[in-house]
Structure formats: C-alpha cells, structure tokens
C-alpha cells in the first residue's frame, strides 16, 4: 500500500489548513504524525476503519480532527487554530490493524511527508 499525503503549506497563526492522504489499497487504522526538525516523529490524531473511533494528542485535541472516507482509501487532517510551533513536516501512516497506537513502529505505511509552515 503507498500513502500520498498533501494539503500542507504556509498558514498564519489562528489559520486553517486540511491535510489530505490517498491510499493505494486499504488500511485499517490511520494515523498522522508530525515531525519538527530536532523532535522525534509525533503522534497526532489516528482512526479506525470499522467504528470511525478517533484518538487525539492532547497538544491538538479540540483543534485538529482526522476523518475519512473507506470508499476512496482517503484520510483528512483538518488542522484550526494553528499556532507556530504546529511547524512541522506532517505524515499519514497506516496498518493492517483495526487500531491506532501513538508509536510510530506499529504503522506498516508512510506517506512522503507534506511540510506545514506557521507563521506568527
């Protein structure tokens, strides 16, 4: 399966950007992660195929909010109120598993990466 993530760009504090991720085949539970330069890779936000239930980080709970569509393979990150240090390289990944744990290993599959700038 590959991961075809975009959406990403520059946006001003207090803006919105959505993130979008087209899968080749199906995954069961997807995730996106960011990485700022000098961090290890973050979890963001997951979800999973059957039930559509949701898992948020708590530095992007009540702003950012993943959705999808299981009929177009497709993952969107709708990112609100961003702030400067949402500055980062954001990427989907997926699995095999109905589940979506924070840890970057357990996910089979990785986008290329889309950049995010924030200005303030």
């Known amino acids: 399966v590959q991961l075809q993530a975009s959406g990403g760009g520059l946006a001003q504090a207090g803006g919105s950007l959505r993130l979008s991720c087209a899968a080749s085949?199906?995954?069961?539970?997807m995730a996106w992660f960011r990485q700022a330069p000098g961090k290890e890779r973050e979890f963001l936000a997951g979800i999973t195929w059957s039930d559509d239930s949701t898992k948020y980080a708590d530095s992007v709970k009540g702003r950012f909010t993943i959705s999808r569509d299981n009929a177009k393979n497709t993952v969107w990150l709708q990112m609100n109120s961003l702030k400067p240090e949402d500055t980062a390289v954001y990427y989907c990944?997926?699995?095999?598993?109905?589940?979506?744990?924070?840890?970057?290993?357990?996910?089979?599959?990785w986008g290329q990466g889309t950049l995010v700038t924030v200005s303030s």
């Open positions: 990944a997926g699995r095999r598993i109905n589940s979506v744990p924070i840890l970057a290993a357990q996910y089979s599959y």
């Open positions: 085949g199906r995954t069961y539970g």
